[in-house]
């Protein structure tokens, strides 16, 4: 990302099979905090994390207080 949050296209990008055998609990959201992508494990231990579900309903952040948002999650990287 940028320095005003917008997503970048990386010079060397990793196909998304590669970045799930590396990282199998990963999952990436969309602006509207919807899962837009899931790690094949996270997804099998988790049957409830299924794309396009919504992120604030799955999970809760512990150690930084505040409603989610696409500016928060931003802000508290």
Known sequence: MNADGEATVARYG???EQLASVFPFHFALGRELELVQIGPTLQRI???V???ADFTQLFVSIRTEGDMSWDWILQHR
Request: charged share 10%.
């Open 14 to 16: 990793v196909p998304a």
């Open 50 to 52: 299924q794309l396009g």
């Open 46 to 48: 988790c049957p409830d």
